[in-house]
Structures are given as C-alpha cells and as structure tokens.
C-alpha cells in the first residue's frame, strides 16, 4: 500500500462527514450553482470571502482552475498580445501557457539559490515588462520583498502564483501577499482540492476585471447577480466554480490550520528520523513551509530518476517536481516564443538543478509509522542524494 498518494492532500474517503459541513449542505439543498436561490450564502461567496482576507486582499473571485486564474489575472492586470511577462523558470509549464494564451511573451526569472528568484532579469531585460509572476513551489514560499520593490520602482504589476503555496509563508510574509493579484488553484494535487478549481485575489477594481472576464463580461453589483445591461459588460467566457466545488474547498479552507499544523508535525518527525544523514533542500525561512513536500536534491538526474524508482519500490512517493522547464518542452522550442530569447536570459541553474529537485509529500493522513517507513526508505537510497547544490 502506498504511504502517501502524491495527488491527494484532501482525501475525500478519509474524511469523517461531520468534517465537511458545508459538502452535506449544499448536497442537501441541492443548489449545486454559485448563483444559490435561498437563504444560505453561496460557497463561493464564502470562500471567495476567505481567500480575500487570507492573502490580505480587497476581494477576489472563484474560477475554473488555477490556469484560467492566471490568464485572467494577466488580462486584469492590462497584459495585451506582445508584451513581455516575466516568469519564475522554476514552475509548471501552466504558467508560461497561461501568458502565451494571451499573446504575450514569457521570459524565464533564472533560481539564484535553490527555491528563490534571481532578480537580475527585473533590472537587465532591456525594454519594457507588463508583469512579473513568481511561482511558490510545493509547499515552500519564495521571498519576494526584492521582487515587490522591483516591481514598485518600475511600476510593474506583480503575480504571484500560489497554486503549490497555499500556507506557506517566507522571511517577506505569507505567500500571495505581497502581490497585486494573487492566484491559487483547487486541483487534485493542491493543499485544498475540489479536483479542478481556482481563485483570484486582489483590488476590489482588479478582481472586478477578472470577475467579468470569468462570468459572460457581466458586471456583479455587491456581489449580486450578474447585470449585463451596465455599460462596462464585456464579451467574455463562462469560467466559474461550481457550488459543489466551492463547498469542497470552504470545508478545507475552515480546516487549514489544523491540516498545516499536522502536515508540520509529520515533516518534524521525519526530519527527524533523518537526522544529520541527508540534508534537506529547505527555503529561506524553514518554519514557514507549509509541511505539504520535503525537498532533496539528487546527485544527477539520473540518480532522481532512481530514487524515486527505489522508493516506489518500498511503496513510498517520491517525484521528480518539473523534470524539464518549459523552455526545454518542443510546444515551446517551436514556437517564436523561445525562438527569440537573448542567450542571457536562458535560465542556466534552473535547468540544471531543477531536474535534481526530489519532491516526497507526506500528507496529515500518514500515522507516525508511515512517516518512519518515508525516512527508512530516504535512507535507504540517501547514496543517490547530494548534500550540496
Ligand atoms: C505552480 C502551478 N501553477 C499553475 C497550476 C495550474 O493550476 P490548474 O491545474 O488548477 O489549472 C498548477 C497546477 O496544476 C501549478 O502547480
């Protein structure tokens, strides 16, 4: 049986009903549409209402998946087809497609040490950049104050992806805060999970964008029904968050803190089991993560590759996280949008190091002894592991 099922944080068979309240409502009343027709507030609203609060934003709004929360966020912030957005090289090829849908073009952020961003492309890159967006990855919340300060000196709208970072939190505050507009994701694989899902956090004025954007271009009065007779409707898709899914998320969301706190105590145990024999690819401020995924670097990239075969083989996780940045995908190398891109901006360390990068999640099902089967087998295969990067 495997200790830990890297796609799931939320298990949904491991959840006791009386832990998902909201869940059994909306079954219940049956009302499975954000627009709820009685008395009980829609679980949009109510997440949508948390999300705000939680990345100390004005407002924000539920969408479809995280993908979707990034173009419209790149849109909202005035992105238009040409324009240049800068992108963490580190993170999951959604990022750079999101900013190709738009037309624009994605130039790589380079790692300066292991899990944060080199800033030299924010004073560097001849010309003009629309955006920046900077990726959290797997639980670990990138320091972002040099980024924020960049970005304010050049009047640069700034994105940050939270889609792996929920919880997380660096030297510079809790991930998503600092940005102008901050996206999550609600996929399978995320720290809160409905299986597809998204949200978008910001200014009142941002998010009234990417609402319009996300919901035929109607415009919401005080959170209302949509209006399409108000002269700012525009043409637009439908990219909403059903009901259900809403509920899913509001359930883990009024739980967060416990499941970080019990993801932290497992990550502490197995650290602990470790010891001083493998090191740790920790972020700048340790404490912060949010307990999701322990990080180790491989010797080589082959060496990741068997490990994480070893560890299969004792019925434990471990994943490679992005084996290949999206510069390095053929969908990319094809396209004029890499075509183009000054030989000083490939982003050398991360294409490097980025394939030695170990994930192994331990989520808050896993009992003590199954933390000790995770670090018997780490240790097991700790020859395939570097201490150094
Ligand atoms: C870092 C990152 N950004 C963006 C996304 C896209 O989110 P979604 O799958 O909800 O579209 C994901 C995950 O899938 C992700 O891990």
Not at 283 to 308: I, K, N, W
């Amino acid at each position: 049986m495997t200790v830990v099922n890297p796609h799931q944080f939320f298990d949904l068979s491991k959840e006791s009903p009386d832990s998902l309240p909201y869940l059994h409502t909306v079954l219940k009343d049956g009302q499975l549409f954000r627009y709820v027709e009685s008395e009980r507030e829609s679980a949009n609203t109510a997440i949508e209402r948390y999300f705000a609060h939680y990345f100390g934003k004005e407002a924000a709004v539920a969408v479809s998946n995280g993908t979707v929360g990034l173009r419209l966020a790149l849109q909202a912030a005035g992105v238009k087809p040409g324009d240049r957005v800068l992108v963490s090289a580190y993170s999951f090829i959604a990022c750079a497609m999101a900013i190709a849908s738009v037309g624009a073009v994605p130039v790589p952020m380079d790692m300066s040490t292991a899990l944060s961003v080199d800033t030299a492309a924010l004073t560097e890159v001849d010309g003009p950049i629309a955006a920046v967006m900077i990726v959290h990855v797997q639980g670990h919340a990138v320091p972002i104050g040099r980024v924020r300060e960049l970005c304010d000196a050049r009047d640069i709208p700034l994105i940050e992806d939270v889609c792996q970072g929920t919880g997380a939190s660096s030297p510079d505050g809790r991930a998503g805060q600092l940005a102008d507009i901050a996206v999550t994701s609600f996929q399978q694989s995320k720290q809160i999970s409905s299986g597809e899902g998204g949200l978008v956090a910001g200014s009142a004025e941002l998010v009234e964008r990417v609402y319009r954007l996300s919901d035929l271009g109607a415009v919401r009065h005080g959170g209302g029904l949509p209006d399409w007779d108000d002269e700012r409707a525009v043409m637009a898709d439908n990219l909403r968050l059903t009901e259900l899914q809403a509920a899913l998320v509001k359930d883990q969301a009024d739980a967060l803190e416990d499941t970080l706190a019990r993801q932290r105590a497992n990550r502490t145990r197995l650290r602990e089991a470790l010891g001083s024999q493998v090191t740790v690819l920790d972020s700048e401020h340790p404490a912060g993560d949010s307990g999701s995924h322990t990080l180790f670097v491989a010797r080589t990239a082959t060496d990741a590759e068997r490990f994480c075969a070893a560890l299969k083989a004792d019925d434990v996780v471990a994943r490679v996280v992005w084996k290949k940045t999206y510069l390095e995908y053929g969908v990319f190398q094809r396209s004029e949008l890499t075509s183009g891109l000054p030989s000083h901006c490939w982003p050398k360390v991360t294409v490097a190091l980025g394939r030695r990068i170990l994930s192994v999640p331990v989520s808050k099902y896993v009992a003590e002894s199954g933390v000790a089967r995770v670090a018997e087998a780490v240790l097991n295969n700790r020859h395939h592991l570097s201490r150094e990067w």
